[in-house]
């Protein structure tokens, strides 16, 4: 059996960058496991600018953001195994995987990091009517087949939710000379960056239709049109609002599912509302030495946020590694409250955390002229005014050890949105 320090699943921007952290934390025995041909995951196909601006302080393309922690990873000599499914993680942290070349191999590790990003939702998930033509793709596949494949996927164009992906396949698909009609969104809002909204959408003209969904798909062999209808408060058509609109291709961007089959085998907690592993201040899950980060984790908007979070799981691992900093063994719970889906991490150990802490979270729904409010119990400590909120892009506060020090019996931190 093998035996390393510290095993990554995963070879996308999260493991890169967890694997470069634990380096320069000292830790030279690192394995990073990753099923594609070569690292940088999802980066690989985004070819379009915007990255980098926080990690880097430039601006740069998916590929040149991953060739930066590629060539790291490179230079340090950080072992990698490539076309290798991890089949298999125990409790005990032995890592089962399986490739072409080892056949299947069983690694003992001391640390593992979950870094195994996440998948598009899939047509089946949506229920909607109609045959299965040719012409419906989820817009990441989409993405992939236009970027590196070179293929275009069809002339006339529905996009069926507003993320990030939808957003920018709008401006990509158009740029390549196809005509995107409509881009429809179930909820009242969008679901991207305001920046992907205004430089893919509005730059360009194609309108976007929130409270809409498609209800009915047409044709058989090759896509020939779909049905819109807006939807009511609970996302139920409203009768007489149908619009036929014919296209020869659909994309759907209709959410991100962390890749968590792995984390739930293994015992890992699962939190229901990211769909990812819940959380301690280290970045640990339920399971000690086993650390989670990235999109596995819970989807972010921003990939730098990505890899500032798996810098910090990276140096963690090491700590737990080498015995560093023992916790007192005491929880603090995180609290999602009022109009906040959820918050990570989701419990804190105020002994061993930094002297400050990131939480993270997103809101429920598009709040205006709100603040943003942080209870220790009952004591509010926090109130912070904040003119737009929406769920398409994280928010955080900060914790100060210093702070929590002064309140040695709390019990639960509360984050909510208030009017006032």
């Known amino acids: 059996m093998l035996a390393y320090d510290i095993v990554i699943a995963g070879g996308g921007p999260a493991g890169l960058a967890a694997a470069v952290s634990a380096r320069n934390a000292g830790i030279e025995s690192i394995l990073i496991l990753e099923r594609d041909k070569e690292p940088g995951g999802i ?24 060739d930066r922690y590629i060539t790291m990873v490179n ?9 290798t499914m991890v089949m298999d993680i125990s409790p005990d942290k032995v890592v ?61 164009v529905v996009i069926l939710g507003s993320g990030d992906i939808g957003l920018i396949m709008a401006r990509r698909m158009t740029l390549e000379g196809a005509k995107v009609k409509v881009v429809a969104e179930l909820m009242p809002y969008s679901g991207g960056l305001k920046r992907n909204l205004v430089q893919c959408l509005y730059d360009y003209g194609i309108p976007l239709k929130l409270s809409h969904t498609v209800t009915d798909i047409r044709g058989k062999e090759r896509l020939e ?11 139920k058509p409203v009768p007489g ?42 970045l640990e899950t339920s399971i000690e030495g086993v650390f989670a980060c990235g999109n596995v984790l819970h989807v972010h908007d921003l990939v730098d946020y990505v890899s ?40 804190i150990d105020t002994d061993r955390m930094e002297e400050q802490l990131t ?36 928010e955080q506060i900060v914790l100060k050890k210093q702070t929590l020090a002064e309140y040695p019996d709390l019990e639960r931190i509360t984050i909510q949105i208030e009017k006032e």
């Open 308 to 347: 500032e979070e798996a810098k910090r799981a990276g140096i963690y691992a090491a700590g737990y590694v080498t015995g560093a900093r023992k916790g007192s063994g005491t929880r603090t719970a995180v609290l999602a409250g009022k109009d906040v889906r959820y918050t990570v991490p989701q419990q």
């Open 75 to 83: 230079e340090m000599a950080i072992a990698c195994k490539f076309h």
């Open 96 to 156: 089962t995987a399986m490739n072409r070349t080892d056949g299947m191999i069983q690694i003992q590790a001391k640390a593992v990091i979950l870094a195994m990003g996440c998948r598009e939702r899939a047509r089946g998930a949506l229920n909607i009517p109609g045959f299965r033509p040719a012409g419906i793709f989820s817009a990441g596949t989409a993405q992939r087949l236009v970027n590196i494949e070179g293929y275009l996927p069809g002339r006339e």
């Open 43 to 66: 980066l690989n196909q985004c070819i379009h600018n915007g990255f980098g601006l926080h990690t880097f302080k430039e601006e740069l393309t998916g590929p040149e953001y991953a």
């Open 225 to 235: 049109g779909v049905t819109l209808a807006q939807v009511d408060e609970n996302g």
């Open 241 to 282: 609002t149908e619009e036929v609109y014919t296209c020869d291709t659909l994309l759907l961007s209709v959410g991100l599912i962390p890749e968590n089959e792995l984390s739930r085998a293994m015992g890992v907690e699962l939190d229901a509302v990211t769909a990812g592993p819940v959380v301690n201040e280290r």
């Open 359 to 394: 939480v993270r979270f997103r809101v429920a729904a598009v709040c205006k002229d709100s603040y943003i409010s942080v209870y220790f119990d009952q004591k509010r400590v926090m109130h912070r005014k904040k003119q737009v909120m929406a769920p398409g892009e994280m």
